[in-house]
Antibody, heavy 115, light 110 residues
Framework: EVQLVESGGGLVQPGGSLRLSCAAS????????MDWVRQAPGKGLVWVSH???????NYADSVKGRFTISRDNAKNTLYLQMNSLRVDDTALYYC?????????WGQGTLVTVSS | QTVVTQDPSFSVSPGGTVTLTCGLG?????????PSWFQQTPGQAPRTLIY???IRSSGVPDRFSGAILGNKAALTITGAQADDESHYYC??????????FGGGTKLTVL
């Protein structure tokens, strides 16, 4: 069974940094393309970032230059380094797996940016 | 900026059939957009119902089906049940590893 378990969320002040992790299990991690998706309180789903199996990345304009996605295939783990955080980055952050579409979700980790 | 459109709300009678759609503001949806559909109830993570246009995720009942109808992606629920009352989101691939979600449809079963 595919499992994606996010961690690393918390309360941070504007301008601060956080690193999210997503531990993957139940499948061979390295070939799969992975993404981060976020959901602000009471709002819809928003795609944040993508990484393919070889490490090529892409970002939503709203986070470009501030967030960095990476992966450690030996540890079956996906990361999201978030710098220069803003109040509007407050959201539940989900790790998702691509499989000619998005086929699996984690339970999410909450990031709150507030002074 | 690419816009993916969904009807904000829809209703269906118990036992009825409803088709939710997902449109692309600037054109037509094709299989290469790899449409996926998700169900989300309050306080829960999204659950994948359909991916790659029509592939049903593991454990999803066959009364949920996906297709491309005309220039839109579609999710059809046949024999709607009370616990189908949820928010439904679609997402489309824009290529190069970028995705755009629709704003979601709130489905009421009454």
């Amino acid at each position: 069974e595919v499992q994606l378990v996010e961690s690393g969320g918390g309360l941070v002040q504007p301008g601060g940094s956080l690193r999210l992790s997503c531990a993957a299990s139940g499948f061979t991690f390295s070939p799969y393309w992975m993404d981060w998706v976020r959901q602000a309180p009471g709002k819809g789903l928003v795609w944040v970032s993508h990484i393919n199996g070889e490490g090529k990345t892409n970002y939503a304009d709203s986070v470009k230059g501030r967030f960095t996605i990476s992966r450690d295939n030996a540890k079956n783990t996906l990361y999201l380094q978030m710098n220069s955080l803003r109040v509007d980055d407050t959201a539940l952050y989900y790790c998702v797996r691509e499989n000619w579409g998005i086929d699996s979700w984690g339970q999410g980790t909450l990031v709150t940016v507030s002074s | 900026q690419t816009v993916v459109t969904q009807d904000p709300s829809f209703s269906v009678s118990p036992g009825g059939t409803v088709t939710l759609t997902c449109g692309l503001g600037s054109g037509s949806i094709s299989a290469s957009n790899y449409p996926s559909w998700f169900q989300q109830t309050p306080g829960q993570a999204p659950r994948t119902l359909i991916y790659n246009t029509r592939i049903r995720s593991s454990g999803v009942p066959d009364r949920f089906s996906g297709a491309i109808l005309g220039n839109k992606a579609a999710l059809t629920i046949t024999g709607a049940q009370a616990d189908d009352e949820s928010h439904y989101y679609c997402v489309l691939s824009m290529g190069s590893g970028t995705w755009v979600f629709g704003g979601g449809t709130k489905l009421t079963v009454l």
